[in-house]
Every structure is written in structure tokens, then in C-alpha cells.
């Protein structure tokens, strides 16, 4: 029954992800993937808070896990339910992430542009 419950609470989960990664006018796949790499380091550098170490290190697992040979479910010993638990752990991840892609491009846009990130100033001297 919890089993059953869990996906319900994935696919439910993996759907709003869904929704609001296809939504007109939202940020497309590529420019989501393009955040990515600045998420982590703008959640490790402590900039960007609205992710937390925590639920990165949890991504950062579930991507290890789905490409690691090493399985909990071997798919060769037990076929459908080795893949199942490979299919839960990616959807949960890419929930995770369009979600959390979502709110650091938001946060983003929302971010008064850093001195540094202009460019080059100009100094002025006055000599009198």
C-alpha cells in the first residue's frame, strides 16, 4: 500500500514538474540546462539559498545512482522492477530539477546585477 501510495506521489510530482516545464512562455530545456551548472555553484558558493546543500547532494546521488552499474534492483536478476526503481529515481530527479531550475531562474532574474559582472570601470582623476 505505501508502495502503491509513493508512485502515486511521484507521477503526481513528475506531472506539475511536467506542467510547468511546458507552460507558454516559461524557460525552455535548453536554457534549463544551461542553469544547471550555475545553480550548483551559486547553491555551493552560498549565493543562491533557495536550494540547500542537501537536496543537491540528493540530485547529485540520484544522478550517480542511474548511471552507476552498481543497481539496488539488479535489471538482469528481476527485468520490470530493476527498471522501476531506475524510472522512480529519474523522475524524482527530473521533478527536482525543473522545479528547482524554476526557482533559481526566477531568483536570477530577480538579482540586481553584481559590480563585477559589468565589466571593466572607469577610473576618473581629477588633478587640481
Known amino acids: 500500500m505505501a508502495r502503491a501510495r509513493s ?3 511521484l507521477l503526481t510530482t513528475f506531472y ?5 516545464a511546458m507552460r507558454p512562455g516559461g524557460p525552455g530545456l535548453a536554457a534549463r540546462l ?10 555551493l558558493s552560498g549565493r ?5 546543500k542537501g537536496p543537491l547532494a540528493l540530485m547529485l546521488a540520484a544522478v550517480a545512482y542511474v548511471v552507476s552499474p552498481v543497481d539496488l534492483v539488479p535489471e538482469g536478476a528481476l ?4 527498471l522501476a526503481d531506475d524510472a522512480m ?20 532574474r530577480s538579482e540586481p546585477t ?7 570601470a572607469t577610473v576618473v582623476s581629477s588633478t587640481r
Open 7 to 9: 508512485r502515486v506521489v
Open 16 to 20: 506539475r514538474a511536467a506542467r510547468i
Open 34 to 43: 544551461r542553469a544547471v551548472p550555475r545553480m550548483v555553484s551559486a547553491t
Open 48 to 52: 543562491y539559498e533557495g536550494l540547500g
Open 79 to 82: 527485468l520490470m522492477l530493476g
Open 89 to 108: 529515481v529519474l523522475g524524482w530527479l527530473a521533478a527536482a530539477l525543473v522545479g528547482g531550475t524554476e526557482d533559481f531562474l526566477a531568483w536570477e
Open 114 to 120: 553584481a559590480p563585477e559582472d559589468v565589466g571593466p
